[in-house]
């Protein structure tokens, strides 16, 4: 009878168990379900652990993340169960102390799973068994989870019963922590990749400095009128917004003031348009509003001619928006006074093509600002062809750009003493698709209008480094003197940019000489004195380009982290025949060779004016005298002419 009744012990064991182990696989597929179905990594894990200790007769359940502070603690994330005093009070860790020797940081540790068969006897378990007691724990699992590289995690059971979790149990949960921690990581690597999905499109679409819609998004607005014109019969009207004052501005007091300025700018533009309306940033200090109205709008079903309807709208837009840029700007003690001149395109009205709104708008508004400032015009067929060419300039600056049309050309910096190339300078040339090349003097102004200046410059950077490290092979010493416009000069990543291109290109610091407008510095002294200092630092040369034409003190060069000055072409052209220009360069060179400064003479074009720099003591020369500006490929064949070691001076260009 006693074999009999320990047969009959152990069957039951063994019933118990399957039953336990059939609702074990219940229970891994519903958590699974609640994995597949989670949307964030918190809900997920909530559902997980609520599923859990629905299906089963577990009393607590938490999940808990491994962290690397100090104290190596465990936090916990989410829990389900009756026990919620016992999370409260409860205290993890995972380093060598006696909150870490437990099932959970012995997990963790460990990597593998640690059951506690019965908290009564498990010493492990002394520095809970308390608080377990007064919850009626008697029995749990840690299981670890790994939620991504050197992201540990715990899952933790507890049961009301001693010996509770059986070996196909504990594998089961096993399966389960591996389904938990790959559903954590696969909400992490899709909230990653939405997340540079979202930065790549702000990128694309939005202006980086005041955050609204840019040029790109406008245009995609605009396709969409044409595509929905005959559906929803949609009328719409463009204001073109440029700012009365703001270069000055810029130019007087700098562009972190001037960037500061324009964000002021964009948020009262939001505030002053309709909620509904489309305001954006095309570049510079040009801003755009897309009014729209279907037929459903009161301000079209109530009238007898939806076109004028419009119009009147987008009249009483301009108006609040021209009285709203007369209110002064505060930014700091600083009060800053703006004006803006827009101008007014209509659709269908005007034009049946969305793209051609803005090119209209932007008519009308040079019409607005040649009347004053504070003013608003609409676009009419009659408009002015000094307008049109003014257009026709700005839309083929921003082809140029897409197209990559800019390029550096390249003139030669003579050592007068020696006759050797020492510097090449980059100038900026648009190349046409006919072959015929613009120079900067046509289009800088609009360049800087248009706000296309700083990538134009980068554009030249990439350019003019590639192109030197290619020489270099032929001409180790041979330096590249580069120009930095204004709006270069306040980039946050200039220096950064500058030093990447020349990693890229192995090239030393040593071998750009960056040059640097007398105009330009006067925008903020204090800090483009900083800013000289920080690219003198990292090894730069720096040159004053266009020296005399300004009000920069001579004494002040003494401060100055400056290896030369440039003298400015219109000394030249007036030499030898007037005495005062005469005078000022070689005052110029006699202050220069006090302070060892080197001076490069620009526009040199006749051989008594080289004669007269020479016996002043001036050290380079830059003109036609010696070579126009080339690309790269003829003034390659001027450096290494067949037969000759270095070009000489008067050589005429190849």
């Known amino acids: 009878m006693a074999r009999l009744f320990i047969s009959k012990v152990h069957l039951d064991d063994k019933e118990r168990n399957g039953v336990r182990t059939d609702r074990a696989y219940r229970v891994l597929a519903a958590c699974n379900e609640a994995v597949l179905r989670g949307e964030d990594e918190t809900r997920l894990l909530q559902s997980v652990l609520d599923t859990l200790i629905r299906l089963s007769d577990y009393a607590l359940a938490w999940i808990g993340r491994a962290k690397n502070d100090s104290d190596r603690s465990v936090d916990v994330l989410a829990w389900s169960g009756d026990a919620e005093g016992y999370i409260q009070e409860l205290l993890v860790r995972w380093q060598q102390d006696r909150f870490s020797k437990g099932p959970a940081g012995r997990a963790i540790r460990s990597g593998m799973p640690l059951v506690c068969e019965d908290v009564e006897t498990d010493a492990s378990f002394r520095p809970w068994r308390s608080l377990a007691r007064q919850h009626g724990i008697r029995s749990a699992v840690a299981i670890p989870l790994a939620f991504g590289e050197n992201d540990l995690g715990i899952l933790a059971i507890y049961s009301t019963r001693p010996h509770t979790f059986t070996d196909d149990e504990v594998g089961l949960l096993e399966r389960l922590a591996a389904n938990i921690s790959f559903g954590v990581e696969t909400l992490r690597m899709r909230d990653h990749l939405q997340k540079q999905r979202a930065l790549a499109w702000n990128s694309a679409y939005r202006d980086t400095l005041t955050g609204l819609p840019n040029r790109q998004w406008v245009m995609e607005e605009l396709a969409h009128l044409d595509a929905e014109f005959n559906r929803h019969r949609r009328v719409a009207a463009v204001l073109f917004v440029d700012l009365d004052g703001f270069k000055r501005i810029n130019d007087t007091l700098g562009h972190e003031v001037g960037d500061q300025l324009l964000h002021d700018v964009a948020n009262r533009l939001t505030q002053v348009a309709r909620t509904e309306d489309f305001v954006a940033r095309l570049g510079g200090d040009e801003f755009l509003i897309l009014m729209r109205f279907d037929e459903s709008d009161d301000i079209i079903s109530q009238s007898g001619d939806p076109h004028l309807a419009v119009a009147e709208a987008a009249a009483q837009l301009a108006e609040r928006l021209t009285c709203a840029m007369h209110q002064p700007f505060h930014h700091g003690a600083l009060q800053h006074h703006l ?87 980059a100038l900026m040339r648009l190349v046409h698709p006919d072959g015929t090349v613009t120079t900067p003097g046509h289009f800088l102004q609009t360049l800087e209008e248009t ?71 006067m925008t903020d002294i204090v800090k483009t004195e900083q800013f000289l200092e920080a690219l003198h630092g990292r090894g730069f040369e720096i040159a004053i380009d266009d ?90 064949a001027y450096l290494c002419p067949p037969g000759e070691a270095s070009p000489l001076p008067g050589r005429p260009p190849a």
């Open 547 to 636: 020296f005399g034409t300004g009000y920069s003190s001579l004494s002040r060069l003494r401060s100055l982290p400056v290896n030369k000055l440039k003298v400015d072409k219109s000394f030249m052209d007036r030499m030898p025949h007037d005495r005062k220009s005469m005078e000022m360069v070689r005052a110029i060179l006699q202050t220069a060779n006090s302070l060892d400064l080197e001076v490069v003479a620009e526009g040199i074009e006749t051989e008594d004016q080289l004669r007269i720099l020479a016996d002043a003591g001036c050290h380079f020369g830059q003109g036609f005298l010696f070579a126009r500006p080339m690309p790269p490929e003829e003034l390659l």
């Open 339 to 425: 004006g803006a001149s827009v101008g007014i395109s209509l659709y269908p009205a005007d034009t049946t093509r969305g793209s051609d709104l803005i090119n209209y708008a932007d008519i009308a508004m040079y019409e607005a600002k040649s009347a004053g400032s504070g003013h608003f015009r609409f676009y009419y067929t009659e408009l002015s062809v000094r307008n049109r060419h003014k257009l026709t300039l700005k839309n083929n600056l921003h082809r140029a750009m897409d197209a990559r049309a800019f390029q550096a050309w390249y003139q030669p910096i003579i050592d007068i003493r020696t006759g050797e190339v020492v510097y090449v300078e």
């Open 451 to 521: 706000g296309l200046i700083s990538r134009s410059g980068q554009m030249m950077l990439e350019q003019a480094c590639g192109t030197l490290a290619s020489w270099r092979t032929l001409l180790p010493d041979l330096r590249l003197s580069l120009n930095l416009s204004v709006n270069q000069l306040w980039q946050a990543d200039l220096i950064d940019q500058l030093e990447q291109m020349l990693t890229q290109h192995d090239l030393p610091a040593g071998a750009l000489m960056l040059e640097v407008t007398e105009g330009s510095m």
